[in-house]
């Protein structure tokens, strides 16, 4: 699912058939053979560059793959009882957002759409008498961060948040319920908060008001740890 995911990211954003085509590198066009489509360990044989030209692989690819690897190790320990495989298809959709907003600044709504659905089915399956509270925290999710785009939008004069975030934040509500979107918001901001300092140090260039910083990533990241951990500021 991580090799999946990547090859998804990496050619979504382009506009590129990503079940039809076969797998090659994107410098020379070398088709991959069966044997360096292994997850991790044909990255690690190849040392990440293609063996016919010496490109180094995008990052994308293991990342996404030990990411796909620790979201099912994660389920598989801490997801509610009863929905451990639902809880591993949410992982996957959520890694495929993060991955391609990371390189895009895109959150498709396709993907969305299907981890609106498979809470709609975890919520049918494993909580049919609490259809209320998670309907209200779609809905307040969306609202909540689509009033912070316009406000942003307003003051500044300029677009400030997604829309597709807005829409991430309304699923995450939807499989956690209203009562957990603080925690979603809390760890979200703290860690894209983070993450935008080391990577201003790490890198060339400074942090400014007007640097573009994917916010997806770090919302699937904080619904995931929500999903799992159980309340962490209202019991």
């Known amino acids: 699912m991580g090799a999946f995911i990547a090859r998804l990211a990496m050619r979504w ?19 991959l053979q069966w044997w360096e489509l292994l997850p991790i360990v044909s990255w ?24 796909g690897l620790l979201v099912a190790l994660s389920a598989w320990a801490f997801a509610p009882d009863g929905t451990v495989i639902l809880s591993c298809l949410f992982g996957w959709t ?17 993907l969305n759409l299907l981890a609106a659905l498979l809470g709609v089915l975890m919520i049918w399956l494993t909580q049919p008498d609490a259809w209320a509270e998670h309907l209200i925290g779609g809905a307040a999710g969306y609202l909540v961060l689509l009033a912070v785009e316009f406000s942003y939008r307003f003051i500044r ?12 934040f309304g699923v995450l ?22 993450a935008a300092i080391v990577a201003s140090r790490l890198g060339s260039g400074s942090l400014k ?3 573009a910083i994917a916010f997806g990533p770090w919302l699937a990241l904080a619904g995931w740890i929500a999903w799992l951990s ?6």
């Open 173 to 194: 509500g939807l499989w956690v319920g209203w009562m957990r979107l603080p925690d979603i918001l809390l760890v979200a901001s703290l860690s894209g908060i983070v």
């Open 209 to 211: 008001g007007t640097t």
């Open 230 to 235: 159980g309340p962490l500021l209202v019991r």
């Open 94 to 110: 959520l890694l495929a957002l993060a991955a391609i907003d990371l390189r895009s600044f895109l959150l498709p709504d396709p």
């Open 13 to 31: 954003p382009e506009g590129e058939p990503w079940l039809a085509r076969r797998s090659a590198c994107r410098s020379c066009g070398k088709p």
């Open 157 to 168: 004069g300029r677009d400030g948040l997604g829309r597709g975030d807005a829409k991430l």
């Open 44 to 67: 690690l044989a190849r040392r990440g560059k293609c063996r016919q030209c010496g490109t180094p692989f995008p990052w994308m690819r293991p990342v996404c793959e030990v990411g």
